[in-house]
T-cell receptor
Framework: DAGVIQSPRHEVTEMGQEVTLRCKPI?????LFWYRQTMMRGLELLIY????????DSGMPEDRFSAKMPNASFSTLKIQPSEPRDSAVYFC????????????????FGPGTRLLVL | GEDVEQSLFLSVREGDSSVINCTYT??????LYWYKQEPGAGLQLLTY?????DMKQDQRLTVLLNKKDKHLSLRIADTQTGDSAIYFC????????????FGSGTRLQVQP
């Protein structure tokens, strides 16, 4: 299994530009999570999906952030317009979330996208 | 809401044991996890424990859970320089919320 795949791995952009981060979860996993990690705020949950449906987006900072999951194998996190304070590492994670089993809620993380907004 | 707290930093000498501590507030916690993050990488699951267990051992790793005090610890025996990383404690409860609550992470520095 290839694990959770994120692209791009690094993104440098200018303030005001649109940024799109992509994630492919592990095949067969039903839940997908987007996190942001910064030195100041640590690891923050932005939004998570279950069976492609957004369940909790209370962590999304503001309307400039949006996330979609059009199918079970793909999700995007979009920032429009981007600002320097959005600079962070963005992680995607997926979990099996199937009935039963000891690891049904375990999250498997991708390598992250390091975003720098100038 | 749920809260998970960890100390920020721990320094040990190579060969010594490391103990990383974590406290949580969610009384409905069902699973508790330890993740490891190496520089420039994502979080990697190290181990987990069910809330009805007191201890779990996995090679050099020992997890202790004191459910009464809501205290979780991770002991790494014979710590190596390759163990230097940030260690995150996380929990999930039985409230219907399916997302993990993570601590702020403990940076472990192993000195040769």
């Amino acid at each position: 299994d290839a694990g959770v795949i994120q692209s791009p791995r690094h993104e440098v952009t200018e303030m005001g530009q649109e940024v799109t981060l992509r994630c492919k979860p592990i095949s067969g996993h039903n839940s997908l999570f987007w996190y942001r990690q910064t030195m100041m705020r640590g690891l923050e949950l932005l939004i998570y999906f279950n069976n492609n449906v957004p369940i909790d987006d209370s962590g999304m900072p503001e309307d400039r952030f949006s996330a979609k999951m059009p199918n079970a194998s793909f999700s995007t996190l979009k920032i429009q317009p981007s600002e320097p304070r959005d600079s962070a590492v963005y992680f995607c994670a997926s979990s099996p979330h199937v009935a039963g089993g000891p690891l049904r809620e375990t999250q498997y993380f991708g390598p992250g996208t390091r975003l720098l907004v100038l | 809401g749920e809260d998970v707290e960890q100390s920020l930093f721990l320094s040990v000498r190579e060969g010594d044991s490391s103990v990383i501590n974590c406290t949580y507030t969610d009384s409905s916690s069902t699973y508790l996890y330890w993740y490891k993050q190496e520089p420039g990488a994502g979080l990697q699951l190290l181990t987990y424990i069910f809330s009805n267990m007191d201890m779990k051992q996995d090679q050099r790793l020992t997890v202790l859970l004191n459910k009464k005090d809501k205290h979780l610890s991770l002991r790494i025996a014979d710590t190596q320089t390759g163990d230097s990383a940030i260690y995150f404690c996380a929990e999930i409860g039985d409230t219907g919320r399916r997302a993990l609550t993570f601590g702020s992470g403990t940076r472990l520095q192993v000195q040769p």
